[in-house]
Nanobody, 124 residues
Framework: VQLQASGGGLVQAGGSLRLSCAVS????????MGWFRQAPGKERELVAA????????YYEDSVKGRFTISRDTALNTVYLQMKNLKPEDTAVYYC??????????????????WGQGTQVTVSS
């Protein structure tokens, strides 16, 4: 299974970006998916997660109401729509997949496959 993350870039505060995670070698219908981020000097944190059914989502408190995780099963791609971006959202963002679980998975150690990361930089 391979994950290819894209869509990062430089944006001003208040702007928007949409990250994409294209999955190959497996179907996202059977995976729990997550978006993580890691800022310099900080630990990796889960930003958003989606259950394998697509029916359960999780958002880290600081992004609630601003970020939306979604998927397109026809394209086998997961998205992270980010709006009203803030400088503190600056980080490398990673998508990851985990074995099917009836809920959301918050522990990064439980995700088996990872994308290469895409840089998001928000200027003030």
């Amino acid at each position: 299974v391979q994950l290819q993350a894209s869509g990062g870039g430089l944006v001003q505060a208040g702007g928007s970006l949409r990250l994409s995670c294209a999955v190959s070698g497996g179907t996202i219908r059977t995976y729990n998916m997550g978006w993580f981020r890691q800022a310099p000097g900080k630990e990796r944190e889960l930003v958003a997660a989606l259950s394998w059914s697509g029916g359960i989502t999780y958002y880290e408190d600081s992004v609630k109401g601003r970020f939306t995780i979604s998927r397109d099963t026809a394209l086998n791609t997961v998205y992270l729509q980010m709006k009203n971006l803030k400088p503190e959202d600056t980080a490398v963002y990673y998508c990851a997949s985990a074995q099917r679980y009836d809920g959301v998975i918050s522990d990064g150690d439980d995700y088996r496959y990872w994308g290469q990361g895409t840089q998001v930089t928000v200027s003030s």
